[in-house]
Protein backbone atom coordinates (compact mmCIF):
# COMPACT_ATOMS: atom_id res chain seq x y z
CA UNK A 1 0.00 0.00 0.00
CA UNK A 2 1.39 3.47 -0.60
CA UNK A 3 1.66 6.05 2.02
CA UNK A 4 3.06 9.28 2.81
CA UNK A 5 4.22 10.45 6.31
CA UNK A 6 5.38 14.11 7.06
CA UNK A 7 5.62 14.01 10.76
CA UNK A 8 6.46 17.67 11.42
CA UNK A 9 2.85 19.23 11.00
CA UNK A 10 4.44 22.88 12.23
CA UNK A 11 7.25 24.81 11.62
CA UNK A 12 8.34 28.29 12.35
CA UNK A 13 11.55 29.20 11.67
CA UNK A 14 13.25 33.14 11.95
CA UNK A 15 14.82 34.36 8.19
CA UNK A 16 17.99 33.37 7.13
CA UNK A 17 17.71 29.75 9.04
CA UNK A 18 17.71 26.66 7.34
CA UNK A 19 15.10 24.50 7.57
CA UNK A 20 14.68 20.65 6.66
CA UNK A 21 11.10 19.38 5.87
CA UNK A 22 11.22 15.40 6.73
CA UNK A 23 9.17 13.35 4.22
CA UNK A 24 8.85 9.12 4.78
CA UNK A 25 7.44 7.03 1.81
CA UNK A 26 5.65 3.45 1.85
CA UNK A 27 5.54 1.33 -1.40
CA UNK A 28 6.39 -2.47 -2.30
CA UNK A 29 7.19 -1.21 -5.83
CA UNK A 30 10.45 -0.99 -7.17
CA UNK A 31 8.94 1.95 -9.95
CA UNK A 32 7.90 4.62 -8.01
CA UNK A 33 8.17 8.49 -8.32
CA UNK A 34 8.72 11.56 -5.28
CA UNK A 35 7.60 14.57 -5.15
CA UNK A 36 7.23 18.17 -3.89
CA UNK A 37 4.81 20.52 -4.29
CA UNK A 38 4.29 23.79 -2.37
CA UNK A 39 1.07 25.75 -1.44
CA UNK A 40 1.40 29.53 -1.15
CA UNK A 41 -1.20 31.33 0.89
CA UNK A 42 -2.82 32.03 -2.14
CA UNK A 43 -4.05 28.58 -2.06
CA UNK A 44 -2.64 27.17 -5.68
CA UNK A 45 -0.73 24.18 -5.22
CA UNK A 46 2.66 24.35 -7.49
CA UNK A 47 5.24 21.99 -8.46
CA UNK A 48 8.66 21.51 -7.23
CA UNK A 49 10.42 18.39 -7.88
CA UNK A 50 10.22 14.97 -9.14
CA UNK A 51 12.66 11.40 -8.21
CA UNK A 52 11.91 8.25 -9.63
CA UNK A 53 13.28 5.68 -8.19
CA UNK A 54 16.31 4.88 -9.95
CA UNK A 55 17.60 8.12 -9.40
CA UNK A 56 19.27 8.80 -5.58
CA UNK A 57 20.94 11.62 -6.67
CA UNK A 58 20.42 14.35 -4.51
CA UNK A 59 19.38 17.78 -6.45
CA UNK A 60 19.80 21.71 -5.50
CA UNK A 61 18.03 23.85 -7.02
CA UNK A 62 19.37 27.94 -5.96
CA UNK A 63 18.34 27.53 -1.94
CA UNK A 64 16.27 24.02 -2.32
CA UNK A 65 17.86 21.27 -2.08
CA UNK A 66 16.58 17.54 -1.61
CA UNK A 67 18.09 14.36 -0.33
CA UNK A 68 16.33 10.70 -1.35
CA UNK A 69 17.14 8.37 0.71
CA UNK A 70 15.87 4.67 -0.27
CA UNK A 71 17.53 2.69 2.53
CA UNK A 72 15.25 4.91 5.42
CA UNK A 73 12.71 5.61 2.44
CA UNK A 74 12.67 9.39 3.49
CA UNK A 75 12.73 12.31 0.74
CA UNK A 76 13.37 15.18 2.42
CA UNK A 77 13.67 19.07 1.44
CA UNK A 78 15.77 21.06 2.58
CA UNK A 79 15.05 25.28 2.46
CA UNK A 80 18.87 27.21 3.02
CA UNK A 81 18.69 31.06 4.17
CA UNK A 82 14.86 31.03 4.37
CA UNK A 83 13.10 33.98 3.36
CA UNK A 84 9.34 34.85 4.19
CA UNK A 85 8.20 34.10 1.11
CA UNK A 86 8.77 30.64 1.51
CA UNK A 87 6.17 30.37 4.17
CA UNK A 88 3.33 28.02 2.83
CA UNK A 89 2.16 24.34 3.33
CA UNK A 90 4.83 22.28 1.67
CA UNK A 91 3.57 18.37 0.68
CA UNK A 92 5.50 15.45 -0.18
CA UNK A 93 4.13 13.02 -2.69
CA UNK A 94 3.98 9.51 -3.93
CA UNK A 95 2.98 7.75 -7.03
CA UNK A 96 3.67 4.12 -8.03
CA UNK A 97 2.52 1.95 -10.80
CA UNK A 98 0.90 -0.79 -8.60
CA UNK A 99 -1.10 2.35 -7.73
CA UNK A 100 -2.04 2.99 -11.08
CA UNK A 101 0.42 5.96 -10.81
CA UNK A 102 -2.04 8.41 -8.90
CA UNK A 103 -0.65 10.44 -6.44
CA UNK A 104 -1.67 10.03 -2.88
CA UNK A 105 -0.14 12.88 -0.78
CA UNK A 106 1.29 13.60 2.86
CA UNK A 107 -0.24 15.35 4.95
CA UNK A 108 1.76 19.15 4.66
CA UNK A 109 3.94 20.55 6.50
CA UNK A 110 2.85 24.34 7.16
CA UNK A 111 6.14 26.45 7.67
CA UNK A 112 6.45 30.03 9.14
CA UNK A 113 9.17 32.08 8.41
CA UNK A 114 9.41 35.48 10.64
CA UNK A 115 10.91 37.99 9.60
CA UNK B 1 -1.56 26.94 -22.50
CA UNK B 2 -4.33 28.63 -20.53
CA UNK B 3 -3.62 25.93 -17.66
CA UNK B 4 -6.27 23.53 -15.72
CA UNK B 5 -9.37 25.54 -15.42
CA UNK B 6 -12.03 25.20 -13.05
CA UNK B 7 -15.36 26.89 -12.22
CA UNK B 8 -16.56 27.77 -10.12
CA UNK B 9 -14.09 29.30 -8.19
CA UNK B 10 -16.34 29.83 -5.18
CA UNK B 11 -19.44 28.40 -4.41
CA UNK B 12 -22.25 28.76 -2.03
CA UNK B 13 -25.03 26.17 -1.42
CA UNK B 14 -27.86 25.23 1.21
CA UNK B 15 -27.68 21.81 2.17
CA UNK B 16 -29.75 19.56 0.05
CA UNK B 17 -28.85 21.00 -3.00
CA UNK B 18 -27.10 19.64 -5.69
CA UNK B 19 -23.59 21.44 -6.78
CA UNK B 20 -21.79 20.73 -10.11
CA UNK B 21 -17.87 21.90 -10.06
CA UNK B 22 -16.68 21.15 -13.52
CA UNK B 23 -12.62 21.21 -15.29
CA UNK B 24 -11.02 21.58 -18.33
CA UNK B 25 -7.65 19.62 -18.22
CA UNK B 26 -4.39 20.38 -20.41
CA UNK B 27 -4.98 19.85 -23.47
CA UNK B 28 -2.92 16.77 -24.46
CA UNK B 29 -2.80 15.49 -20.98
CA UNK B 30 -4.25 11.74 -20.61
CA UNK B 31 -4.73 11.88 -16.46
CA UNK B 32 -7.43 13.79 -14.66
CA UNK B 33 -7.52 13.63 -10.80
CA UNK B 34 -9.94 15.01 -8.43
CA UNK B 35 -8.59 16.08 -5.09
CA UNK B 36 -10.28 17.37 -2.01
CA UNK B 37 -8.49 19.60 1.03
CA UNK B 38 -9.63 20.05 4.14
CA UNK B 39 -8.34 21.01 6.96
CA UNK B 40 -9.21 17.57 8.85
CA UNK B 41 -8.44 15.33 5.64
CA UNK B 42 -5.55 17.24 4.23
CA UNK B 43 -5.42 16.44 -0.09
CA UNK B 44 -7.35 13.09 -0.57
CA UNK B 45 -7.52 12.02 -4.21
CA UNK B 46 -11.63 11.19 -4.86
CA UNK B 47 -11.06 9.71 -8.56
CA UNK B 48 -9.01 9.50 -11.48
CA UNK B 49 -9.21 8.85 -14.98
CA UNK B 50 -6.97 7.87 -17.62
CA UNK B 51 -8.22 8.23 -21.36
CA UNK B 52 -12.03 9.87 -20.12
CA UNK B 53 -12.08 6.19 -18.37
CA UNK B 54 -12.54 5.78 -14.30
CA UNK B 55 -9.41 3.86 -12.73
CA UNK B 56 -9.51 4.55 -9.49
CA UNK B 57 -12.96 5.78 -7.41
CA UNK B 58 -12.18 4.54 -4.04
CA UNK B 59 -11.67 7.61 -2.54
CA UNK B 60 -15.55 9.24 -3.18
CA UNK B 61 -16.74 9.53 -0.11
CA UNK B 62 -19.83 7.91 -0.59
CA UNK B 63 -23.00 7.36 -3.19
CA UNK B 64 -23.68 11.06 -3.40
CA UNK B 65 -20.35 12.16 -5.01
CA UNK B 66 -20.13 11.42 -8.91
CA UNK B 67 -17.66 12.25 -11.36
CA UNK B 68 -17.75 11.82 -15.22
CA UNK B 69 -15.16 13.01 -18.31
CA UNK B 70 -17.11 12.82 -21.43
CA UNK B 71 -14.50 13.38 -23.25
CA UNK B 72 -10.91 14.97 -22.95
CA UNK B 73 -11.41 18.17 -22.21
CA UNK B 74 -14.15 18.36 -19.65
CA UNK B 75 -15.30 16.90 -15.87
CA UNK B 76 -17.68 16.94 -14.09
CA UNK B 77 -17.69 16.08 -10.15
CA UNK B 78 -21.39 16.28 -8.78
CA UNK B 79 -22.75 16.29 -5.34
CA UNK B 80 -26.47 15.22 -5.08
CA UNK B 81 -27.30 16.09 -2.22
CA UNK B 82 -24.86 18.15 -0.35
CA UNK B 83 -24.14 18.02 3.19
CA UNK B 84 -22.07 20.84 5.31
CA UNK B 85 -18.85 18.19 5.43
CA UNK B 86 -18.83 18.52 2.09
CA UNK B 87 -17.15 22.33 2.31
CA UNK B 88 -14.07 21.78 0.95
CA UNK B 89 -12.10 22.82 -1.44
CA UNK B 90 -12.20 20.95 -4.81
CA UNK B 91 -9.22 20.73 -6.78
CA UNK B 92 -8.76 19.52 -10.60
CA UNK B 93 -5.01 18.18 -12.31
CA UNK B 94 -4.14 17.08 -14.91
CA UNK B 95 -1.08 15.70 -16.43
CA UNK B 96 0.62 12.81 -19.16
CA UNK B 97 2.32 9.31 -18.47
CA UNK B 98 5.00 9.20 -16.29
CA UNK B 99 7.10 7.76 -18.69
CA UNK B 100 6.48 11.00 -21.04
CA UNK B 101 7.07 13.23 -18.42
CA UNK B 102 8.09 14.59 -15.27
CA UNK B 103 4.55 13.14 -13.77
CA UNK B 104 4.05 16.50 -12.53
CA UNK B 105 0.33 17.43 -11.66
CA UNK B 106 -0.54 20.34 -13.24
CA UNK B 107 -3.50 21.93 -10.58
CA UNK B 108 -6.49 24.42 -11.15
CA UNK B 109 -6.73 26.72 -8.94
CA UNK B 110 -9.42 25.24 -7.01
CA UNK B 111 -13.40 25.34 -6.25
CA UNK B 112 -14.23 26.34 -2.97
CA UNK B 113 -17.60 24.83 -1.49
CA UNK B 114 -19.49 26.04 1.23
CA UNK B 115 -22.41 23.99 2.37
CA UNK B 116 -24.45 25.78 4.91
Known amino acids: AQKVTQAQTEISVVEKEDVTLDCVYE???????LFWYKQPPSGELVFLIR??????QNEISGRYSWNFQKSTSSFNFTITASQVVDSAVYFC????????????FGAGTRLFVKA | DAGVIQSPRHEVTEMGQEVTLRCKPI?????LFWYRQTMMRGLELLIY????????DSGMPEDRFSAKMPNASFSTLKIQPSEPRDSAVYFC??????????????FGEGSRLTVL
Open chain 1, 93 to 104: ALSDSTGGFKTI
Open chain 1, 51 to 56: RNSFDE
Open chain 2, 27 to 31: SGHDY
Open chain 1, 27 to 33: TRDTTYY
Open chain 2, 49 to 56: FNNNVPID
Open chain 2, 93 to 106: ASSLPPSLSSGELF
